[in-house]
């Protein structure tokens, strides 16, 4: 399976999302993270775990070609500020869009653009992720929820909590359940592995 998590705007947990993708695919089949971003955040995540952090290898765009055969399944993580012919390539190139959408920040992230942008594609697999949804009792998560079901945008019921536990993990180059000292890190994971599960579920 080819999963490409796209958006428009940076900061709205992409890498963040391919990496926990790509360690709950590495649970089923070989799985390689292919970092498409110029500032290579995923990269550097998997260095700061000295390349034993993260169970799967993170490699460049360039090293594609010669590695993708030796693997089942493939994570691309990508750029904000996609061109017209990024999203066309991302749609042509994959099984799967994931689209995060930051509930609190939906109005300058960017993702009326995205959005437009998906339907003009032709089967584009998209659906929205919503990612840093803030805790009880603060609503914007199903706010947005709603407000996507009711234009009929493709979502994912599971939705990524926003918790202090993933930026630890990015500072320790380690998925999100190696987190030590953090009451949050398994549910941090558990909300990952289930996108990771509707994903292989929901495969056309
Ligand atoms: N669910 C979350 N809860 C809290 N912080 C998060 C969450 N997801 C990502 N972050 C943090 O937000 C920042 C942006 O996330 P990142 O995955 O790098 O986004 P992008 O790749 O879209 O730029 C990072 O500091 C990251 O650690
Ligand atoms: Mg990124």
Redesign the pocket.
């Known amino acids: 399976m080819i999963v490409t998590?796209l958006?428009a705007?940076?900061?709205?947990?992409?890498?963040?999302?391919?990496?926990h993708l790509a360690t709950y695919f590495q649970t089923l089949a070989p799985t390689l993270l292919v970092d498409g971003?110029g500032i290579r955040?995923a990269t550097k995540w998997s260095q700061r775990g000295n390349g034993k952090g993260l169970p799967f290898k993170v490699i460049g765009y360039a090293e594609l070609a010669r590695s993708a055969s030796k693997y089942t399944h493939i994570i691309i993580?990508t750029e904000?500020n996609p061109s017209d012919e990024d999203f066309r390539d991302a749609t042509k190139g994959s099984d799967a869009l994931v689209i995060?959408a930051v509930p609190e920040s939906v109005a300058t992230d960017g993702l009326t653009h995205t959005l437009t942008k998906l339907q003009e594609m032709e089967n584009g697999q998209y659906r929205v992720l919503l990612?840093?949804?803030p805790p009880k009792p603060r609503i914007e998560g199903a706010q947005l929820r709603q407000m996507l079901v009711e234009q009929e945008i493709p979502i994912f019921k599971a939705e990524?909590?926003?918790?202090?536990?993933?930026?630890k993990?990015?500072a320790e180059g380690v998925p999100v359940y190696a987190v030590q000292n953090d009451k949050n890190a398994q549910r941090?994971w558990k909300a990952y592995e289930a996108v990771a599960k509707e994903l292989v579920n929901g495969r056309a």
């Open positions: 998590v958006s705007k940076g900061g709205v947990g992409k890498s963040t999302t391919a990496i971003d955040s993580d904000g995060p990612t840093m949804v990524i909590p926003r918790l202090a536990a993933f930026e993990a990015a941090g």
